[in-house]
Structures are given as structure tokens and as C-alpha cells.
């Protein structure tokens, strides 16, 4: 991957938008969309790849259908500075972590959790809580998803047994 910063113009945005709508649609139907040939599409796609815009292509997945029925997002209040690398240590560890980041504000970082239920999402909440440098947590539980359609509503991997 390139180091420097890409840089990509109007046709490349319009490319993004339609494999970020839908990853599938061919190189034909985006050239037919924005006048392009299917090969200057694939062309740009190679490009936009290789400088890292795109990053790979995935299936948006209804998380029940995988498993994971239960979902919340869970605050983390480490004891000191916790390095966000240890951070990231940590999380890779639970496969049941969906996303994790470092946040503003009072917490640390910022978990997103799934679970098969609520007894496997309290295992891997006391599995969180007692690693060495966690202080506290505080859980929100996920009732529905107001935007269904987004790419944070669907599943990555399947749920463990």
C-alpha cells in the first residue's frame, strides 16, 4: 500500500459511492453509470486499491442469522493511561468485539459487542472487566437499529459456540 496521501477525483468518488452502495455492481453497469468503459472503471478500481482508498470488499450480514442476537456498546475506563496498542491487544483476543476505538470524553475507548445472549454478553463483559488495567464499564444494550440498512448493522463472523 502507498504511503502518500491518495488522490482521486469526481468519476473515482462516484465509483466509491456505487461499490460502497453495492460491492457486487460490475464495472460495466458503474462505467454505463458514469460514462466510463468497464475497463477504465476497473482501471480506477486497481488504482483506488493499491493507494489504500478501498480496502476491501465484505457481506453485510443480519447478525441474527449468524448467531449474535444481542448487542450493546460498552464504555471502558482504564486505570491510568492504557496505551490505545495495549488496548488493541486486548480487544483482538474477543471475537465477539465487533469494533473498538479510543474516544473523547470520560471513557477510554469505546467497545461494540455482540453476543449469542445476555448471559454470553455478561461472560465476555466479567471476561473484559478483569483484565488488569480496566477500571470500569459501562454497558448500553442495542434495543433496534434506526438505520438498518447501515454497514454497522450487519455481522462480520459468525458467532462462537
Known amino acids: 500500500m502507498n504511503s502518500r496521501t491518495p ?12 461499490l460502497m452502495g453495492n460491492a457486487r455492481t460490475s464495472f460495466a453497469e458503474i462505467g454505463a453509470v458514469i460514462g466510463l468503459s468497464a475497463t477504465a ?19 453485510t450480514v443480519k447478525p441474527s442469522a449468524l448467531g449474535w442476537r444481542t448487542e450493546a456498546y460498552v464504555e471502558v475506563y ?18 465477539e468485539i465487533a ?15 455482540r453476543a449469542r445472549d445476555v448471559d454470553h454478553f455478561e461472560e465476555v463483559l466479567e471476561r ?13 444494550m442495542v434495543l433496534s437499529h ?15 459456540e
Open 7 to 18: 488522490s482521486f477525483d469526481e468519476l473515482d468518488r462516484r465509483i466509491i459511492t456505487a
Open 128 to 140: 473484559i472487566r478483569a483484565e488488569p488495567f480496566i477500571r470500569k464499564t459501562i454497558s448500553v
Open 99 to 113: 469494533a473498538a476505538m479510543t474516544v473523547t470524553g470520560g471513557a477510554d475507548a469505546l467497545l461494540h459487542v
Open 78 to 95: 482504564c486505570e491510568g493511561a492504557a496505551p490505545p496498542r495495549r488496548l488493541a491487544e486486548v480487544v483482538r483476543d474477543y471475537p
Open 146 to 160: 434506526l438505520l438498518p440498512e447501515s454497514p454497522d448493522a450487519g455481522a462480520m463472523y459468525a458467532a462462537p
Open 41 to 59: 472503471v476497473k482501471r480506477r478500481v486497481d488504482r483506488l486499491r493499491e493507494t489504500g482508498v478501498i480496502t476491501g470488499f465484505t457481506a
